[in-house]
């Protein structure tokens, strides 16, 4: 029998889920506190487009019980279980310009996006 023991493997941490900016907190604070009080934001993935993923935003009156849930800038999102493994280290921000306003991704997983910007694939 060997005397070499060997160093136990220490393991990288992942990066959280999914991280929010102040603007989409501040934005989604505004939301849950008026047209969907009470109610949580569910993201997912469906597919769509022409480079196959799209994101997939609802509002839910309650986690189902595989959703993970994220908390960050003391605000609470949902996201489908099947969504976490191409979502890991994402963040999502809340954009204002002249003419629109939209919650907006940016995922470190993508490999690239579809022309129109509507779909990404990994």
Same mark, same amino acid.
């Given at each position: 029998?060997?005397?070499? %023991?060997? +160093?136990?493997?220490?393991?990288?941490?992942?990066?959280?889920?999914?991280?929010?900016?102040?603007? +989409?907190?501040?934005?989604?604070?505004?939301? !849950? +506190?008026?047209?969907?009080?009470?109610?949580?934001?569910?993201?997912?993935?469906?597919?769509?487009?022409?480079?196959?993923?799209? !994101?997939?935003?609802?509002?839910?009156?309650?986690? +189902?019980?595989?959703?993970?849930?994220?908390?960050?800038?003391?605000?609470?999102?949902?996201?489908?279980?099947?969504?976490?493994?191409?979502?890991?280290?994402?963040?999502?921000? !809340?954009? %204002? %310009?002249?003419?629109?306003? %939209?919650?907006?991704?940016?995922?470190?997983?993508?490999?690239?996006?579809?022309?129109?910007?509507?779909?990404?694939?990994?």
């Amino acid at each position: 029998m060997s005397d070499i %023991q060997q +160093a136990p493997r220490t393991r990288r941490a992942l990066p959280p889920l999914m991280s929010l900016t102040e603007a +989409a907190a501040a934005r989604l604070r505004t939301l !849950y +506190a008026t047209a969907h009080e009470g109610e949580f934001l569910r993201i997912a993935l469906s597919t769509k487009g022409c480079s196959g993923l799209s !994101y997939d935003m609802s509002f839910v009156k309650a986690p +189902a019980p595989s959703d993970e849930i994220v908390k960050d800038h003391d605000v609470t999102v949902l996201i489908d279980k099947k969504a976490t493994l191409f979502l890991i280290g994402t963040t999502m921000d !809340y954009e %204002q %310009q002249t003419l629109s306003s %939209q919650f907006t991704f940016s995922n470190p997983n993508e490999k690239g996006r579809c022309g129109c910007g509507e779909s990404f694939h990994v």
